[in-house]
């Protein structure tokens, strides 16, 4: 019983001293300097994205913030990795003169931060994925930084492929479009030369169900892609190396997936 009213008598003092502490920490936080009590308080002013490099293996979420007294303006860095399902694999804080060396696209501040925010969860999930080793160090900044921007969209997908619009005007073009979306997912800024061939001479055969006129339009189509996502002259130049092959390989029924058999054999 003795201890029963201990316990009793030591929780009715529970709300007293939380009360006390509050008030201990509010006058606390009035003695230290201003800059400190500005720690983490800031404003973003604008969101950027786009590819790290000209094949876009990397892409780069970039935010710009300063703090709510209108000081300190900075820019955190996010690189995603496009090649290993896009997980955040470095950042960096630096001032924002420093995206005038990036060639980004404005975006909308909370779609970019989602995205940062995916990179680095989707990172979480996998063991042993390799990242800079300066990550660390910048990891807890940037995560603040990014839950700091209002209207966060997430999950954040890359809306590279909505904003196509060179679409061939050709018999099929639709058609073998929505299968170069699909093979491209969620990682669209990632076009290279070894994704062309992958796409052309193994996705392809091997997934793709498509009419005559699809197949014929495919080569006109991942031309006109190629020319949006950069117009590298290796990527331009592989193009023309594998579309002479695509019907053959089309054709050629010992290359069709089990899933693709199937489906097939439905229709």
């Known amino acids: 019983m003795s201890g029963v009213g201990a316990r009793g008598e030591a929780g009715s003092h529970a709300p007293v001293a939380a009360s006390a502490y509050v008030s201990a920490a509010d006058g606390v936080v009035e003695t230290l300097p201003g800059w400190v009590r500005r ?41 995603i990795d496009q090649v290993n399902g896009g997980l955040a694999v470095d950042a960096v804080v630096e001032e924002v003169k420093f995206l005038d060396d990036l060639s980004l696209r404005a975006e909308e501040p909370g779609a970019v931060a989602g995205r940062v925010l995916d990179a680095f969860e989707l990172g979480d999930r996998i063991m042993g994925a390799l990242v800079a080793d300066t990550l660390p160090a910048v990891r807890p900044v940037a995560l603040s930084r990014a839950r700091a921007v209002p209207d966060l969209v997430r999950p954040a997908p ?87 092959r695509l019907p053959a390989l089309m054709a050629d029924e010992s290359l069709a997936s089990l899933g693709k058999r199937i489906a097939k054999n439905r229709l």
């Not at 073009?173 to 699909?182: D, M, T, Y």
């Not at 062309?196 to 991942?222: D, K």
Request: hydrophobic share 45%; charged share 25%.
């Open 39 to 79: 720690m983490g308080r800031v404003v973003c002013e604008g969101g950027w994205y786009g590819k790290a490099d000209p094949y876009g293996e990397q892409a780069l979420a970039a935010l710009s913030f300063r703090y709510e007294n209108g000081k300190e303006p900075h820019l955190l860095v996010v690189a």
């Open 158 to 244: 890359d809306d590279t492929v909505s904003r196509f619009g060179e679409l061939p005007d050709l018999p099929g073009a639709r058609e073998a479009f929505e299968k170069l979306a699909e093979f491209v997912g969620d990682r669209p800024l990632w076009w290279s030369p070894a994704r062309v061939t992958q796409f052309l001479t193994s996705w392809l055969p091997r997934e793709a169900i498509l009419s005559e006129a699809g197949i014929a339009a495919m080569p006109e189509v991942v031309r006109a892609w190629s020319r949006f996502c950069g117009a590298h002259p290796a990527v331009l130049a592989q193009v023309e190396a594998d579309v002479p």
